[in-house]
């Protein structure tokens, strides 16, 4: 049975081209059938996500072969259903759902299905801009209540007296209490009366009001449009810029900054004295973004003190971090990690491509969609989908990181469509060479309305066999 179960999940997971990790082998000893009840609603889930496009009978079909036939986990059965059927895997829920008196003090991803009892809109000053936010208290059908904030209110806007499905809200500390922060991943859903009621003696504490609360974060903590921010790290590099200003010449001092959850660069835009690799803590910083990836600024109204504190060396925070992409996906960017996972698919205008010579567009047939007919100039991409199980990313990488992977130069590829008369041919072996293979990539994370991904400056295959795995460990069983 045993055994069966072993050359079933290889055969699938071959199928599949999943990777495999080494708790799913330690999964499969005790496993016990899921049954109909169980899955029930998860297969609702799943129609949910698949816009009722498959029926239910179908999904649950499918659910229960993965999960009791070829032994998959829960999660990763779920992604490769709504993957097959070409749903987003990314829209199955991930948070956990709990009660207000269960929250933590800094959730990461939390899920909440609740009441607003009030809310009110304000304006405050984000690094001198106006900038409105939402905020108000939350009950659920405990009577328990917690304060809100909503920091984009074009993602959410809360009514009093509408009960929402909050997914991927995060929550601070503040005066020892929990506060419910709606950052940008935030997903609401507006949700029937009768969902949640809440018990009439509830006493609704006021929502504070006038002034924005001074939050205490940690890098990967900073989304953009952030004020007040308060951060603690160690400067890892530093330099001077003189630029112009409207009001004269003006000196800005930019670099690293870094904590043991990330690196992020920061601009001063006074004078602090600050020293290359100083712990310092910054408050009344605020957060921009460029290019997706939020910056920490601060100015005349911010203040820099010198704890006396324990921080790792400059040496250990300057590395790259490992993060899993579900992590990568609650924050919604980093800067510098790596990300290990298996290539599921890849994109179109993976291999030989063609440019605009005037504004980089790839362009089809030598023709731009603004500039028209040009002299194209050939490049190397590669655009594909890694996942490591816990979510999905869509990895990019220019010319170098591409020849350097596949071992492939545009030249040898140029040569090989020429030779060929067939640009499909180089595209076809890109396939062969990326597609299913365990990889590593190293980059900065963002993400947009297309979801999550990394612009990669190193890249390598890597061995991850998860049969070989699986037969080493039987063949100890069978030893003792
Ligand atoms: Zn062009």
């Not at 009892?117 to 208290?137: C, D």
């Not at 205008?349 to 731009?368: A, D």
Request: hydrophobic share 40%; net charge neutral; proline share 3%.
């Amino acid at each position: 049975m045993r055994a069966m179960s072993h050359r079933k999940r290889s055969a699938v997971e071959e199928d599949l081209q999943l990777k495999g990790n080494g708790s799913s082998i330690g999964t499969d000893m005790d496993w016990t059938d899921f049954n109909k009840e169980e899955i029930a609603p998860h297969v609702k889930e799943i129609t949910r996500v698949l816009e009722g496009k498959i029926r239910e009978q179908e999904i649950e079909k499918d659910l229960d072969n993965y999960l009791n036939v070829y032994r998959m986990s829960l999660e990763a059965s779920k992604r490769h259903i709504v993957r097959k059927y070409g749903g987003d895997p990314n829209a199955l829920t991930k948070g956990e759902r709990k009660m207000l008196s269960q929250l933590g003090l800094s959730e990461q991803s939390v899920d909440l299905l609740v009441r607003v009892m009030s809310s009110n809109v304000r304006e405050v000053s984000v690094g001198g801009n106006p900038k409105t936010i939402q905020s108000g208290i939350l009950a659920d059908e405990n009577g328990n209540t917690v304060k809100f904030t909503v920091w984009d209110v074009s993602k959410a806007d809360l009514k009093a007296g509408e009960n929402y499905l909050i997914r991927y809200a995060y929550t601070k500390e503040w005066s020892g209490q929990p506060e419910v922060h709606l950052g940008n991943r935030v997903v609401v859903e507006l949700r029937p009366q009768d969902e949640v009621r809440v018990p009439d003696d509830v006493v609704v504490p006021q929502a504070s009001s006038g002034y924005s609360a001074p939050i205490v974060a940690k890098v990967s903590d900073l989304r953009e449009n952030m004020n007040n921010v308060t951060l603690t790290g160690r400067i890892l590099s530093l330099r001077t810029k003189d630029v112009e200003t409207p009001s004269g010449k003006k000196s800005m001092y930019t670099g690293i900054i870094a904590d043991e959850t990330g690196k992020v660069e920061f601009t001063a835009w006074h004078d602090f004295g600050l020293k290359d690799n100083e712990v310092i803590t910054v408050s009344n910083a605020y957060v921009k973004g460029w290019k997706g990836i939020p910056r920490l600024s601060f100015g005349e109204r911010g203040q820099v003190t010198r704890p006396k504190i324990k921080m790792p060396a400059a040496a250990e925070l300057s590395q790259a971090a490992r993060k899993s992409i579900d992590e990568l996906e609650r924050a919604g960017w980093a800067s510098d990690v790596i990300v290990t996972g298996t290539i599921v698919d890849i994109k179109k205008g993976t291999g030989l491509i063609f440019r605009c010579p005037e504004c980089n567009r790839v362009v089809q047939k030598g023709v731009c969609q603004v500039h028209g007919k040009v002299q194209q100039v050939p490049d190397l991409r590669i655009k594909v989908v890694v996942d490591d199980g816990s979510a999905a990313i869509t990895a990019v990488m220019k010319k170098d990181v591409t020849e350097q992977l596949t071992g492939i130069t545009l030249k040898a590829a140029l040569e090989e469509a020429r030779e060929t008369m067939d640009a499909e041919a180089v595209a076809n072996r890109f396939e062969e060479i990326l597609l299913a293979k365990p990889i590593e990539i190293r980059g900065n994370v963002i993400s947009d309305d297309y979801g999550l991904s990394m612009n990669v400056n190193e890249a390598r295959f890597i061995e991850l066999d998860v049969r070989a795995e699986a037969e080493v460990l039987l063949k100890r069983i069978e030893v003792i």
